[in-house]
């Protein structure tokens, strides 16, 4: 069985937001990359990350070998959180539509960097596209989905399978 994602969960994640994809390496250290997108399935069990094979090739290596999978999504705004996890992902080809998400949501993201005042080039460093080419979707079926917003709730199990 897996998680079904509430409608105000999606809805959260087709935000402005910062992404973050983890895993846990061969030497069994956690290893992190920034994320360029994710676009949930229809039937709202699964979703598709995107990265750049160049930033995350140590998640990539270490999804590879069998790690787990989590995506941490955050509004830097409001700081509010979810994290996804999964007990592995496997990699799909990257489409037109892949590369037309990953580019609406690196856009959002610098735009809500830009509304909290940051500086030009650190929302751009922050927010950087790099060559569609480059981009890795990757899927996975979430097993348990977490509120990580900071504070009393933090950590509260929002779905589980």
Known sequence: MRVLLTPDQIAFLQGPLSMNVGAVGRDGWPCVCRAQGAIVARDRRSLTVLLSAARGRAVLDALDAGSAITLVASRPATHATLQLKAAGAVRV????????????????????????????????????????DDLVALRFAPEIVFDQTPGPDAGRVLARA
Request: hydrophobic fraction near 50%.
């Open 93 to 132: 080809g990257v489409s037109a539509a892949h590369r037309v998400a990953s580019a609406h949501c690196v856009a959002a993201f610098a735009g809500e960097l830009e509304t909290l005042g940051y500086a030009k080039e650190l929302k751009s460093t922050l927010a950087a596209v790099l060559p569609t």
